[in-house]
């Protein structure tokens, strides 16, 4: 159970670490505008752009992941295949954030598979089979 709350911890934290670029970004576009960031945000262009996308879809990936991890805790479905499951889903979730940010774009979507592939795997995982 250890490795799924590091993995759920990882995967919290990424939207946050995501956020990074973005802000380096806004502040080469005159300065980061605390006062209006989303507007500031919508102006962004090219690697800007890229990294806004890549810091919201961290956030969008976690409303099948933290349910998942919760249910195998909840079920007590923490198997070690469930632990690399979460493992695979943060790795990919890292490198699709990586290649968002380099815009490389097929091997990204692959990526993002991976990862919404291993989250719902999870949750398969805790159906009983009968």
């Known amino acids: 159970m250890t490795i799924l709350i590091w993995c759920f ?8 670490l995501a956020k990074v670029p973005v802000a380096i970004a806004m502040n080469k576009l ?9 507007a500031q945000q919508a102006k962004l262009t090219g690697f800007g752009a890229r990294a806004l996308a890549a810091h919201q879809n961290a956030f969008e ?3 099948i992941f933290v ?6 805790m909840v ?11 979460a493992i695979t889903h943060v790795i990919a979730r890292i490198a699709y954030n990586l ?12 990526v993002w598979g991976v990862a919404t592939v291993s989250s719902f795997a999870i ?8």
């Not at 911890?9 to 990424?14: D, G, K, M, P, V």
């Not at 079920?75 to 499951?85: C, E, G, K, Q, R």
């Open 61 to 63: 990936s976690l409303i």
């Open 99 to 110: 290649l968002y940010l380099f815009n490389i774009g097929l091997l990204r979507s692959i």
């Open 9 to 16: 911890f990882a995967a919290t934290l990424l939207p946050y």
């Open 30 to 38: 005159n300065g980061y505008d605390n006062n209006h960031p989303r």
């Open 75 to 85: 079920t007590n479905t923490a198997t070690d295949s469930v632990a690399l499951l």
């Open 123 to 130: 949750i398969w995982q805790c159906i009983p089979q009968s």
């Open 67 to 72: 349910p998942a991890v919760l249910l195998a």
